[in-house]
């Protein structure tokens, strides 16, 4: 066969998901027959540009980054976008797309993941009801044209993101290798978004007391994590960094495939399959650990330091820390 045609077939194969006939699928896609499937499929003919295109959209995969694949200095970023104006279906199909598009891969056998976090990310978000729902709340302040006077009170989590709540915390099962290196500041950096939206009166003290009280079993979990080493059946590895980390990012390693993703915020990545770029996305990665100290199991007077220590930001968060302002 061909080299490009079996790439082109071999990428399309691997973007059908696994619990669909690749057959099936592509004789109805395609409107094409049986054989004429089978025919692309061993090289025999290739598929057609706009057979190729067509793909790409119901697919997901990136025509411009299968054909330059071989050219290293060329590297193509997937920026997900979505279509619809309802801010609630927006929400649901952004998180879909960071968890489950990546998250989601029941087929593979050995799944990694690494990732260096300044903000708690939405892997521990999920457990916490009322933590989850200001995610939300940030969220349709941040990218909707809401009055700037919206108050936490008048959110109610759609029946869709309760539902994608659940499916993501189940999700996040398949994810048998956890390693985070953590910026010292994730909890603060969260608690000062709150003190923001209590300052301004938007969330009132009945919420705020709730808010509190997930943070400190958010604070909880974390840390029955780190002296297990476990999740469930998951495995987890937690790094303290000494240096700042600017941005969140991640990168997945799942059978033969990897990802790194970069985030804009908390639930939106931009995905890159590049394995060049990927490749030194790891190796910033590992590089990251030489400055960090591993409290997984270990270092057990640093890691009761560390979450002692965020629990008294967590019982002070009503307390305005100096030279804050609006």
């Known amino acids: 066969m061909d080299n490009f045609r079996n790439t082109i077939a071999t990428k399309i194969l691997n973007s059908i998901p696994p619990h669909v006939k690749p057959i099936d699928f592509l004789m109805e896609a395609l409107n094409i027959s049986r054989e004429s499937v089978y025919r692309r ?12 295109a067509k793909l790409s959209v119901e697919l997901g995969f990136s025509v411009d980054e299968l054909i330059m694949k071989d050219m290293p200095s ?6 997900h976008h979505t279509y619809s104006q309802n801010p609630v279906d927006v929400f649901v199909e952004i998180s879909n797309q960071c968890i489950f598009n990546t998250l989601d891969m029941p087929h593979a056998k050995n799944i990694e ?3 260096a976090v300044n903000y708690i990310p939405i892997e521990f978000i999920v457990f916490f009801n009322q933590l989850y729902k200001f995610s939300f709340y940030r969220w349709m302040h941040q990218n909707t044209e809401s009055s700037l006077n919206y108050y936490y009170s008048d959110i109610t ?15 996040l099962k398949t994810i048998q290798n956890n390693t985070f290196i953590i910026d010292p500041n994730i909890f603060q950096n969260l608690i000062q978004e709150i003190q923001y939206y209590y300052k301004r009166k938007l969330i009132n003290e009945d919420d705020f007391t709730l808010l509190k009280e997930d943070l400190l079993r958010l604070v909880d979990m974390v840390e029955s994590i780190a002296q297990t080493g476990f999740c469930g059946s998951a495995r987890f590895n937690f790094y303290l960094s000494s240096l700042n980390i600017n941005s969140s990012s991640r990168h997945i390693k799942y059978d033969e495939q990897i990802k790194s993703q ?16 990927c490749s030194f996305h790891r190796k910033w990665l590992d590089s ?26 967590v ?8 030279g804050y302002s609006l």
């Open 74 to 79: 060329r590297v193509f970023f997937d920026l």
């Open 41 to 52: 499929i061993r090289g025999d003919i290739s598929f057609a540009l706009e057979e190729i």
């Open 157 to 171: 989590l759609p029946d869709k993101l309760v539902s994608l709540q659940q499916k993501t915390i189940d999700s």
């Open 288 to 313: 990251m650990r030489k400055y960090s100290t591993l409290i997984t199991q270990s270092n057990e007077i640093l890691q009761v330091r560390y979450f002692d220590r965020q629990r008294v930001y």
């Open 262 to 277: 970069f985030f804009v915020n908390l639930t939106e990545p931009i995905n890159i399959t590049n394995p060049t770029l």
């Open 113 to 115: 993941l690494i990732m």
């Open 315 to 322: 019982n002070n968060i009503a307390v305005i820390p100096n």
